[in-house]
């Protein structure tokens, strides 16, 4: 299995920050990468997929880049609803393995 | 819009058979280029793929638990079922159903809101 590890896990940010989370895969995965944010008791919300690509809807805040094993994504400027737990995934190959997550706190 | 939602009991016990149903709206489970999903995350922990189902009715499990795992599709009803067998406190989890979409995008673009299900005696 691809094995996905991201940092930080739990980063303490304000409101108008620039946050940066990064994703790193144990082996090369190209561009077969999405982000994900979840929030309790809400349905999970793709923003980027293919690394780079911001899904229909989302704010262009976010942004995503990176190719091969490392990949990051960007919040340019935190919002109060941006304040939720991040999760990258690797499509690259199944079984689909998620990074272990990035709790971004107040 | 398509929207997806889970349905199923909240609390099982040890070894019994979990059964959940993903209903789908907006949308037809016999449409190409979807792959119709189980993600699970238990408790403090992260998300875990448990394995999709295509239109044609070939499916694709996670290794760690293929000989659990049966993923199925009602086109009648729209739906697609999770039947996990023997379960255990391990299995504690929030379930969530997810669709996959190929074709240049390769994620899960639309999720259900999750049901939590608990495995206790």
């Known amino acids: 299995d691809i094995q996905m590890t991201q940092s930080p896990s739990s980063p303490s940010a304000s409101v108008g920050d620039r946050v940066t989370i990064t994703c790193r895969a144990s082996q090369s995965i190209s561009t077969y990468l999405n982000w994900y944010q979840l929030k309790p008791g809400t349905a999970p919300n793709l923003l980027i997929y293919a690394a780079s690509s911001l899904q229909s809807g989302v704010p262009s805040r976010f942004s995503g880049s990176g190719s091969g094993t490392d990949f990051t994504l960007t919040i340019s400027s935190l919002q109060p609803e941006d304040f939720a737990t991040y999760y990258c995934q690797q499509s690259y190959s199944p079984p689909h393995t998620f990074g272990q997550g990035t709790k971004l706190q107040i | 819009q398509v929207q997806l939602q889970e349905s199923g009991p909240g609390l099982m016990k040890p070894s019994e058979t979990l059964s959940l149903t993903c209903t789908v709206s907006?949308?037809?489970?016999?449409?190409?280029?979807?792959?119709w999903s189980w993600i699970r995350q238990p408790p403090r922990k992260g998300l875990e793929w448990i394995g999709y189902?295509?239109?044609?009715?070939?499916?694709n499990y996670n290794p760690s638990l293929k000989s659990r795992v049966t993923i199925s599709l009602d086109t009648s009803k729209n739906q697609f079922s999770l039947k996990l067998s023997s379960v255990s406190a391990a299995d504690t989890a929030v379930y969530y159903c997810?669709?996959?979409?190929?074709?240049?995008?390769?994620?899960?673009?639309?999720w259900g809101q999750g049901t939590m299900v608990t495995v206790s005696s």
């Open positions: 997810a669709r996959y979409r190929t074709r240049a995008v390769e994620a899960f673009d639309i």
């Open positions: 907006g949308g037809s489970v016999s449409s190409g280029g979807y792959y």
């Open positions: 189902i295509y239109s044609t009715g070939s499916t």
